[in-house]
T-cell receptor
Framework: GIQVEQSPPDLILQEGANSTLRCNFS?????LQWFHQNPWGQLINLFY???GTKQNGRLSATTVATERYSLLYISSSQTTDSGVYFC????????????FGTGTRLTIIP | DAGVIQSPRHEVTEMGQEVTLRCKPI?????LFWYRQTMMRGLELLIY????????DSGMPEDRFSAKMPNASFSTLKIQPSEPRDSAVYFC???????????FGEGSWLTVV
């Protein structure tokens, strides 16, 4: 099946810093989503972005499908941004099976 | 909309007991997914349904696990008999294929002792 790798696995930043999270995938995809899992375990959908660039407030994401990677940018980090960020993809081969990466754990220090 | 609703939120049970987890998807969504999250294996897809029909159950660990979707607004995941290694957070999620965005419930935290 499709492989999804995320980097870095852990990231510790001061409040106000910017960060870039990366997601690499092993095959063509027709669906790519970024999620934030907060410290209480809730999984929140951030972006549906199989290609191109989107922005939502301090967060933005870019997917370069031809090169099989996606980037999530967080600007002016806040402590509420802490948690684990997951990338999940569905391959082009027909079904809706969303495969998750192992995540990036982000900790924002006040 | 109320979002995806799961119950129970927390369950502690003894090994060998039957466990039933419940899920109500978002109204109008035609896909429903059951995921399991553990420290060792991360988020794994167990099974998903389209229009109440199971499409891919290749992630169901073994015969002790079963899932049903009797109608568009309800699904169950059963474990019988339960074992300590089944301890995990079980998430239900749903989406509308035309939009592709998937929404997760808050999860059912299962501990088997």
């Amino acid at each position: 099946g499709i492989q999804v790798e995320q980097s870095p696995p852990d990231l510790i930043l001061q409040e106000g810093a910017n960060s870039t999270l990366r997601c690499n995938f092993s095959d063509s995809v027709n669906n790519l989503q970024w999620f934030h899992q907060n410290p209480w375990g809730q999984l929140i959908n951030l972006f549906y972005i199989p290609s191109g660039t989107k922005q939502n407030g301090r967060l933005s994401a870019t997917t370069v499908a031809t090169e099989r990677y996606s980037l999530l940018y967080i600007s002016s980090s806040q402590t509420t941004d802490s948690g684990v960020y997951f990338c999940a993809v569905t391959s082009n081969f027909g079904n809706e099976k969303l495969t998750f990466g192992t995540g990036t754990r982000l900790t924002i220090i006040p | 909309d109320a979002g995806v609703i799961q119950s129970p939120r927390h369950e502690v049970t003894e090994m060998g007991q039957e466990v039933t987890l419940r899920c109500k998807p978002i109204s109008g969504h035609d896909y429903l997914f059951w995921y399991r999250q553990t420290m060792m294996r991360g988020l794994e897809l167990l099974i998903y349904f389209n229009n109440n029909v199971p499409i891919d159950d290749s992630g169901m660990p073994e015969d002790r696990f079963s899932a049903k979707m009797p109608n568009a607004s309800f699904s169950t995941l059963k474990i019988q008999p339960s074992e300590p290694r089944d301890s995990a957070v079980y998430f239900c999620a749903s989406n509308d294929r035309s939009r592709r965005t998937i929404y997760f419930g808050e999860g059912s935290w299962l501990t088997v002792v």
